[in-house]
T-cell receptor, first 113, second 112 residues
Framework: KAGVTQTPRYLIKTRGQQVTLSCSPISGHRSVSWYQQTPGQGLQFLFEYFSETQRNKGNFPGRFSGRQFSNSRSEMNVSTLELGDSALYLC????????????FGPGTRLLVL | AQSVTQLGSHVSVSEGALVLLRCNYS??????LFWYVQYPNQGLQLLLKYTTGATLVKGINGFEAEFKKSETSFHLTKPSAHMSDAAEYFC??????????FGGGTRLMVKP
């Protein structure tokens, strides 16, 4: 089975721009979660989507948004980028069951200049 | 709210020595517990997980962890470190949802 894929792998943007990151889950997985990883804050949960609906949300400003398509692929969008948004953004997929293992993609490294 | 504490942001061991990475959690409900490993420029790879049942959990690459409810701990061990074990290790907990709360991570260094 193919793993979780994320595109692009690397991205450079400037402050004020917006960015869209994409995640394709493992085939058959319907839950997709997004995490932000930074040296200062560590790994933080952004949101989870299941069956095209946001099921859980972390403590991030409204500039961070996401969506999920009918094929379970997910995108996250960050508007009005700030320097502090520079991070590794990780996507994870799992089955619908609570407590199931989340399988992570390689991440998208975003640098905001 | 859940929280996870990993004692020691950096741990250094000699090749062949015991690896012990500490994790304590707080959760108001019986948790699901995970250990993930991250190699440079990669995502997270699952080492092992505890859901219910046996408190000693065996994972990949010779790692294991013991769930101790009374101590709210889930420490990761490996009897003999290998150079390839050098990486960052994350303990995580989830409860009724699929949201993972991670510890701050422990960077394991293995000396030859």
């Amino acid at each position: 089975k193919a793993g979780v894929t994320q595109t692009p792998r690397y991205l450079i943007k400037t402050r004020g721009q917006q960015v869209t990151l994409s995640c394709s889950p493992i085939s058959g997985h319907r839950s997709v979660s997004w995490y932000q990883q930074t040296p200062g804050q560590g790994l933080q949960f952004l949101f989870e989507y299941f069956s095209e609906t946001q099921r859980n949300k972390g403590n991030f400003p409204g500039r961070f948004s996401g969506r999920q398509f009918s094929n379970s692929r997910s995108e996250m969008n960050v508007s009005t980028l700030e320097l502090g948004d520079s991070a590794l953004y990780l996507c994870a997929s799992s089955s619908w069951r609570v407590g199931e293992t989340q399988y992570f993609g390689p991440g998208t490294r975003l640098l905001v200049l | 709210a859940q929280s996870v504490t990993q004692l020691g942001s950096h741990v250094s061991v000699s090749e062949g020595a015991l690896v012990l990475l500490r994790c304590n959690y707080s959760s108001s409900v019986p948790p699901y517990l995970f250990w993930y490993v991250q190699y440079p420029n990669q995502g997270l790879q699952l080492l092992l997980k505890y859901t219910t049942g046996a408190t000693l959990v065996k994972g990949i690459n010779g790692f294991e962890a013991e769930f101790k409810k009374s101590e709210t701990s889930f420490h990761l061990t490996k009897p003999s470190a290998h150079m390839s074990d050098a990486a960052e290790y994350f303990c995580a907990v989830s409860d009724a949802g699929n949201m993972l709360t991670f510890g701050g991570g422990t960077r394991l260094m293995v000396k030859p």
